[in-house]
């Protein structure tokens, strides 16, 4: 009897990790198609970039005022120095840091 218990609770802790696991990924889909509805594609007049992991055709798309080259091929993205690290920041800034950047931005 106490061994079809703890089978039951195993069970249980399974299922309960399964439906947290699928929580997270439909949460991380969410998120990335919220992302990708943030890219905006660029028209380069400049001649045609390739990428360099697979000499496919890149793209220029702009994300949070940042330009990024995206592989139409392999979809890999690529960036100059300390873009990442810069676009990470401003995200993870929130909305108070973002009005903070618009309060205090220069005006051209």
Not at 18 to 25: D, S
Not at 36 to 44: C, F, I, S, T, Y
Not at 93 to 101: A, H, N, S
Request: aromatic letters at 8%; charged letters at 40%; proline letters at 2%.
């Amino acid at each position: 009897m106490a061994d079809e218990k703890d089978r039951f609770g195993d069970t249980m802790r399974l299922i309960e990790r399964a439906k947290e696991n699928m929580y997270f990924a439909e949460r991380d889909r969410e998120l990335l198609e919220k992302l990708r509805g943030q890219l905006q594609k660029v028209d380069k007049i400049s001649g045609e970039l390739r990428c360099p992991k697979c000499s496919g055709r890149r793209e220029s798309y702009t994300f949070e005022g940042f330009l990024l080259d995206r592989c139409h091929e392999c979809g890999g993205v690529w960036m100059d120095r300390g873009e990442l690290e810069a676009v990470v920041r401003k995200i993870s800034r929130g909305p108070l840091g973002v009005w903070i950047d618009k309060l205090t931005a220069k005006v051209d």
